[in-house]
Antibody, heavy 125, light 107 residues
Framework: QVQLQESGPGLVKPSETLSLACTVS????????WTWIRQSPGTGLEWIGC???????NYNPSLKSRVTISVDTSNNQFSLSLSSVTAADTAVYYC???????????????????WGQGTLVTVSS | DIQMTQAPSSLSASVGDRVTITCRAS??????LAWFQQKPGEAPKSLIY???SLQTGVPSRFSGSGYGTDFTLTISSLQPEDFATYYC?????????FGQGTKLEIK
């Protein structure tokens, strides 16, 4: 059974860097896209970015200047770093897996299938 | 960014009802559309991908359809455990974007 578990501080001070890790169990971190998503009452679900097992990344342009996602294949983990945080970055942060599919209709792509339980990060002094 | 718009924002229904939620993309996304279910205090759960393919373990009362810009999620006969918030999401391009959600409540 594949499981994703987020970990990291639940409280971060304004202007500091938010750092979270997602530990993957039951699945190799290779050959998938690994994603960070956040959710706050004000902005709903927001895609932060993703990383492929090779280290190739895509970031949301709205956060790109502050975001770094990295992967540690030896420990089956990937991580999120978000710098210069403000109260607007207060949210529940989820990690998720995108899996490749190819179906009988000839369609193929990468879609979310597994999510972590989420971790609340509050930005406050 | 591709904007995803869901309708309605909230919906009241009874056990056994058939309900439909719509999702519209601001530009064509072929069938790169997923649906998620989220209950209070829980992470979203993946229901459907490629507009109409059910994730493993999802009951057959859930179905999806659509192509291009207009999509629907249908629950054929509501069960008590289906009362939740539902989100659509496009994965045609980066950044991935989500609808604002449809809250399905018990009438």
């Amino acid at each position: 059974q594949v499981q994703l578990q987020e970990s990291g501080p639940g409280l971060v001070k304004p202007s500091e860097t938010l750092s979270l890790a997602c530990t993957v169990s039951g699945s190799s971190i290779s050959t998938y896209y690994w994603t960070w998503i956040r959710q706050s009452p004000g902005t709903g679900l927001e895609w932060i970015g993703c990383i492929y097992s090779t280290g190739s990344t895509n970031y949301n342009p709205s956060l790109k200047s502050r975001v770094t996602i990295s992967v540690d294949t030896s420990n089956n983990q990937f991580s999120l770093s978000l710098s210069s945080v403000t109260a607007a970055d207060t949210a529940v942060y989820y990690c998720a897996r995108e899996t490749y599919y190819s179906d009988s209709r000839g369609y193929s792509g990468h879609a979310f299938d597994i999510w972590g339980q989420g971790t609340l990060v509050t930005v406050s002094s | 960014d591709i904007q995803m718009t869901q309708a309605p924002s909230s919906l009241s229904a009874s056990v056994g009802d058939r309900v439909t939620i719509t999702c519209r993309a601001s530009q064509a996304i072929t069938n790169y559309l997923a649906w998620f279910q989220q209950k209070p205090g829980e992470a979203p759960k993946s229901l459907i991908y490629a507009a109409s393919s059910l994730q493993t373990g999802v009951p057959s009362r859930f179905s999806g359809s659509g192509y291009g810009t207009d999509f629907t999620l249908t629950i054929s006969s509501l069960q008590p455990e289906d009362f939740a918030t539902y989100y659509c999401q496009q994965y045609n391009t980066h950044p991935r974007t989500f609808g604002q959600g449809t809250k399905l409540e018990i009438k």
